[in-house]
């Protein structure tokens, strides 16, 4: 059973459910991720959504507390690692579809099978892709902050979309009107996540409401409110 079918049988959001599993020490990274019989049991036995609702909440009230301090702190400067070639990097996929790329060697080979799947890849073969599409577009982002800071101006504005999303259901989270804005102004690849996505979850019977489907299919020119 994958996240976002027991997300529904237990009447909560993927996100909810993956930091609930990531609290207790399970690895688990995406909507899209098969669960183990272990996992499941244990979420079925200790799960509690109000929980996590209370939790929410305790959190965006001590947000508000917080109070600026009026005396400028000065933060030291931390400085970057630097890198070899043999270092081994984690990057995960942002995009809903499966994706293999060949390394430098041209023998090495990296298969991300979905969104949020992650693959050890080494620095020289992300020196090699450091101004190709599938990090400026981009297909996977790099989960190390000091080589992001690094590459920061060759990435560009695009990738910074990605690098905070876990799961591109999240991108139907806004509100109708900012999701025609956001979509009209995106870059080429966050359209196609977006559509793709949209065919995935009504695929899997997790509908993306009437109104989003049909600014999808008015911005982009789609007719996915056909499949419905």
Known sequence: ???????????TDNK?????????????ASHNQNLTDEQVAFAKKNFDAKKYKELEIEIEEDEEEIVTPQRKVEVPIRELRKFNMDDMIECRSVVPWK????GADRTSVYVWESYGDVEIVP????????????????????????????????????????????????FFDVEDAKFRTMLSNAPDIFKEV????????????????????????????TCIKEFI
């Open 16 to 28: 909810t459910l993956i930091t609930f599993f990531k609290d207790n020490n399970f690895k688990v």
């Open 194 to 221: 977006i559509k793709y996505t949209a065919m995935d979850m009504i695929h899997h019977e997790n509908y993306p409401t009437i109104q989003k489907i049909n600014i999808i299919d008015e911005v982009l020119g």
């Open 123 to 170: 620095y020289r073969d992300l020196q090699s892709w450091r101004r190709k599409d599938i990090l400026t577009a981009p297909k996977i982002i790099i989960l190390d902050a000091d080589l992001n800071e690094l590459w920061k101006h060759d990435l560009g504005s695009t990738y910074k979309k990605f690098l905070s999303v876990e799961y591109p259901e999240e």
């Open 99 to 102: 994706m293999v790329e060949i």
């Open 1 to 11: 059973m994958k996240v976002y079918e027991f997300s529904k049988k237990l009447g």
